[in-house]
T-cell receptor, first 114, second 115 residues
């Protein structure tokens, strides 16, 4: 299994500012994933973060809005840039340890933009 | 393209009765299938998975699920529901050919168990 620490757990931010969310894993993983979830709704994949290369973004998400860093095999950050109230959501970090394993999730970051 | 459908937004069951939460999927090749549960203000907790082998898989908290290839379904079941099972349940799918392939989640089903 994997233990994922995500910071901050929640934040209230002013529109137009940026927030960086950190994700720390207790083991080395090749790929990390960032999801967005409206409360009570499904998870939408934002991007896949590979160590040492550019993140791969899903349709509807762009690097300028959601820049991702992946400096090593245990850590990643997601920045939500130039925030608007529409960015209010829960952001989740996830990892997969191997081909036959399930995904493990952090506790999420609840973001409110005012 | 891969997809997951959970046709019921909400399932209501009396405590002690059996419960079923439905899931159908579409994916290229052999699917890896998962069920997760989310309690209020909590992260996602893994319940069970189907990778290969026996079509009936057993997981945490007395839950089980049956993989049906012909119907492309992976319904979650429990013989006797508990009030504490009330939560949001997600079915998820990933193509089995690579651990690099992304996991896609269904829309979620809210399970409500009445005493």
């Amino acid at each position: 299994s994997a233990v994922i620490s995500q910071k901050p757990s929640r934040d209230i931010c002013q529109r137009g500012t940026s927030l960086t969310i950190q994700c720390q894993v207790d083991s080395q993983v090749t790929m990390m994933f960032w999801y967005r979830q409206q409360p009570g709704q499904s998870l939408t994949l934002i991007a896949t973060a590979n160590q040492g290369s550019e993140a791969t973004y899903e349709s509807g998400f762009v690097i300028d809005k959601f820049p991702i860093s992946r400096p090593n095999l245990t850590f990643s950050t997601l920045t939500v840039s130039n925030m608007s109230p529409e960015d209010s959501s829960i952001y989740l970090c996830s990892v997969v340890l191997g081909r036959n394993t399930e995904a493990f999730f952090g506790q999420g970051t609840r973001l409110t933009v005012v | 393209a891969q997809s997951v459908a959970q046709p019921e937004d909400q399932v209501n069951v009396a405590e002690g009765n059996p419960l079923t939460v439905k899931c159908t999927y579409s994916v290229s090749g052999n699917p890896y299938l998962f069920w997760y549960v989310q309690y209020p203000n909590r992260g996602l907790q893994f319940l069970l998975k189907y990778i290969t082998g026996d079509n009936l898989v057993k997981g945490s908290y007395g839950f089980e699920a049956e993989f049906n290839k012909s119907q492309t379904s992976f319904h979650l079941k429990k013989p006797s529901a508990l009030v504490s099972d009330s939560a949001l349940y997600f079915c998820a799918v990933r193509p089995g050919y690579s651990s690099a392939s992304k996991i896609i989640f269904g829309s979620g089903t809210r399970l409500s168990i009445r005493p």
